[in-house]
């Protein structure tokens, strides 16, 4: 039957289980250090715990499942339709009470994430009818908040610049910033583990499911942003995620949707990819993401790395001394598919070494999978006991157990306050690069050209921010006192679009153009071309990719920002305009499109005023 009501705001455990398990965390909070296990007085108390669990209740301690709805209790009808299709449940309520999942994971299209009140309260009424149930526990709330180009939580919550973007800033206070403040305002919500940030170090410029997701191409650079975002994260009290082990940088392939190879040596892997990791653990990174990619040279068995006991146990565990939580990403991914049935994965995760099973694509299979496989002698109940007291301490770490709720009323004091905002803004304006600026074009000068057109690509804004670029670009322009027109030709525009804009460039001073992951021969290369062709100044700004300057060669000026949400778009229009200089460098080598052995730009190149 369909439960009523709405999640209160205050800590409603009922005071018996709370004491226990008040006194459980309070000596458990410093079990581990640096990731690595250490023995504590806590871990008899938390095994104490785990011994008075049913079978059923252990299994579900170890998924992390997706589920529809603002609240835990009354979502709207759509949300209770797509749940009883997916998970055979109303509500996450019901979910928590079925399954007795240890984790739940917010995504902005299942409508976890409205407004932060109102994720505050989602949290806290998950909390509560997991409290509810015998021998209940708290849920370790996550979420994908990259920042940049991957965000779960958008407006009015504080969006920074993403990952390559802080790669281009080199400022490892500023990645630690963005940790402590978007750690703080996830806390505040009531999510407490954060699928970031991206440790792959992104070497190939094709690499479709990464890209600006990570710091940059220079392993050691971006091993000193990822560690201090670690550290922002978890001073904030959330636990950080280093992903995609054993690194996701070097593919051409979406693993969403295929099976990426990885072709490194080990030696390359050990210079290249495991530096961040490497890094993470030392900063004492609270989660590991596994990635769904074959690295034969890790293992030539031909499974994906989330499911290598050699990857996971014997490298990341055994190797590089890693105790603790190792998280899979989702599992209804096809780069985790191909090889075996849903079925299966969830059992060979857990031999391989992985403690939470992230987003099945169904949790009633993969869930009776994992209760089979130890009925029937494959998994022991022992190994399960492993991963359920590895997350009960990150949950007695973070304060779980102690304090499940959050102060929903109260969120306003800490979620997208000005002072945080400011912090975004100043941090952008840090990162946006001029690659190139022949003659001096920039900075434009609003007396010497006062009419702007502002065209391009339109992509959906990431995040929940504003969009689209094209307009937020035209309205930042207009309040730094130029006129800018607004007229968006999008990703691939057509003869005819892009004749509209080179009629309307005629009548302007100059034109900004977006681009966004531009290819020889594209619309979008025609557009630019074409306005270029009308002898005004053109400047192009690149909102996703740097690599598009390399197929733009008559352009006279080229920034890029590496993501078009607001925050790094309204700091592109000061540095057009001149308000504050181009401080950013390349975090990545942009190849010559002709031949791309040979780069065009290096790392750290960038121009200023």
Not at 163 to 192: V, Y
Not at 340 to 348: A, H, I, K
Not at 425 to 446: C, F, M
């Amino acid at each position: 039957m369909h439960q009523t009501g709405t999640g209160s705001t205050g800590n409603t455990a009922r005071p018996s289980r709370r004491t226990v398990l008040a006194a459980t965390a309070g000596v458990t909070a410093t079990v581990t250090v640096g990731g690595t296990a250490h023995a504590a007085p806590g871990d008899k108390k938390l095994r104490a715990l785990i011994s008075g669990m049913t079978l059923e209740e252990k299994v579900g301690q170890l998924f992390v499942m997706r589920v529809y709805g603002h609240s835990a209790t009354a979502p709207d009808q759509a949300d209770i339709d797509a749940n009883l299709k997916e998970i055979g449940v109303r509500t996450a309520a019901e979910l928590v009470a079925r399954y007795r999942v240890g984790g739940i994971i917010y995504f902005t299209w299942a409508h976890n994430t409205r407004d932060p009140r109102q994720i505050a309260e989602l949290s806290n009424g998950i909390q509560r009818a997991s409290l509810q149930q015998p021998r209940g526990l708290p849920v370790l709330i996550a979420t994908d908040q990259e920042h940049g180009a991957v965000c779960r939580v958008g407006k009015p919550a504080t969006l920074f610049p993403g990952a390559m973007a802080i790669g281009a800033g080199r400022s490892r206070t500023d990645a630690r910033t963005l940790g402590r403040i978007s750690g703080a305002e996830l806390r505040a919500m009531g999510i407490r583990q954060d699928y970031s940030p991206d440790a792959d170090v992104n070497v190939n410029p094709a690499n479709p499911v990464i890209g600006v997701r990570s710091f940059g191409a220079d392993p050691q650079a971006v091993a000193g942003l990822v560690a201090a975002e670690v550290k922002g994260y978890q001073a904030a009290g959330v636990a950080a995620t280093a992903k995609h082990f054993p690194g996701h940088g070097d593919t051409a392939v979406d693993s969403h949707f295929g099976f990426p190879v990885i072709t490194h040596s080990r030696e390359l892997w050990e210079k290249l990819d495991a530096v961040p990791f490497r890094a993470a653990i030392s900063a004492g990174i609270d989660s590991v993401m596994t990635a769904h990619i074959q690295f034969p040279a890790l293992d030539d068995s031909g499974d994906p790395a989330t499911l290598s006991r050699p990857v996971l146990t014997g490298i990341l565990r055994g190797e590089l001394g890693y105790d603790g939580v190792v998280v899979t990403d989702s599992l209804g991914m096809q780069g985790v598919r191909t090889k075996y049935g849903d079925d299966r994965v969830p059992v060979l995760a857990l031999k391989a070494g992985v403690d939470q099973l992230l987003n099945p694509p169904s949790l009633d299979v993969a869930w009776n999978a994992v209760l089979r496989a130890v009925k029937e002698g494959e998994l022991t109940e022992a190994r399960l006991d492993e991963s359920i007291l590895r997350i009960l301490r990150l949950k007695s770490r973070l304060g779980l157990l102690e304090r499940p709720y959050v102060d929903a009323a109260g969120v306003h004091r800490t979620v997208g306050i000005p002072q945080h905002l400011d912090t975004a803004d100043r941090i952008a304006e840090r990162t946006t690069t001029l690659l190139v600026n022949e003659g001096r074009l920039l900075p434009l000068s609003r007396r010497t050209h006062p009419r702007l057109l502002v065209v391009g690509a339109d992509p959906a804004s990431p995040s929940g921010t504003t969009g689209p670029p094209t307009g937020v670009l035209a309205a930042a322009l207009t309040e730094l006192g130029f006129t800018a027109t607004a007229l968006p030709t999008g990703t691939a525009p057509s003869d005819a679009t892009v004749a509209k804009a080179v009629t309307a460039a005629r009548d302007m001073d100059a034109v900004v153009v977006a681009t966004y992951n531009v290819t020889a021969g594209s619309g979008q290369q025609m557009l630019v071309e074409r306005l270029v062709g009308t002898g005004r100044p053109v400047v192009a700004i690149a909102v996703r990719n740097p690599y598009d300057v390399a197929v733009l060669p008559s352009v006279k000026s080229c920034l890029a920002t590496y993501s078009w949400t607001d925050v790094e778009l309204r700091a592109a229009a000061r540095v057009v305009a001149g308000r504050v200089g181009p401080r950013g460098r390349l975090p990545v080598p942009v190849q010559r499109a002709d031949d791309p052995a040979q780069v065009l730009y290096p790392i750290g190149h960038g121009l200023t005023y």
